[in-house]
């Protein structure tokens, strides 16, 4: 099994978790073209920290995680709701071949 595939495997099975715990949410995601809306999983932290890579600032922002299996390919500017909120997809921060981190900002 491929480093990626085990990844895979992994998030699968903790994302079920996730979402029977409460930590993880049934979303949909449009992408910016609009189109269908896709079912799928997401995790959303509020006001998350990060420091700037050459200023020692800081900032408050919001992280949602997509899980790829579900949405194989998001894009900024895409749409994702979870419930009666909707944010709107703005930098990518990670994509480890299972998931995808967005900055988002209410949409």
Do not use: H
């Not at 910016?32 to 700037?52: E, H, Q, R």
């Not at 899980?67 to 194989?72: D, I, P, S, W, Y």
């Not at 390919?73 to 979870?82: D, E, K, S």
């Not at 944010?87 to 990670?94: A, D, G, H």
């Amino acid at each position: 099994m491929s480093e990626e595939a085990a990844r895979r495997a992994f998030d699968a099975k903790a994302r079920a978790r996730f979402v029977a715990v409460g930590l993880a949410s049934a979303a949909t995601y449009e992408g910016p073209d609009g189109g269908a809306a896709v079912p799928c999983t997401v995790l959303v932290d509020n006001d998350v920290g990060s420091l700037g890579e050459i200023s020692p600032a800081s900032a408050r922002t919001r992280i949602v995680t997509l899980f790829l299996e579900e949405v194989a390919a998001p894009r900024g500017g895409g749409r994702v709701t979870v419930g009666n909120r909707t944010y709107v997809l703005v930098q990518l921060k990670l994509d480890d071949g299972s998931r995808s981190q967005w900055s988002a900002r209410n949409g």
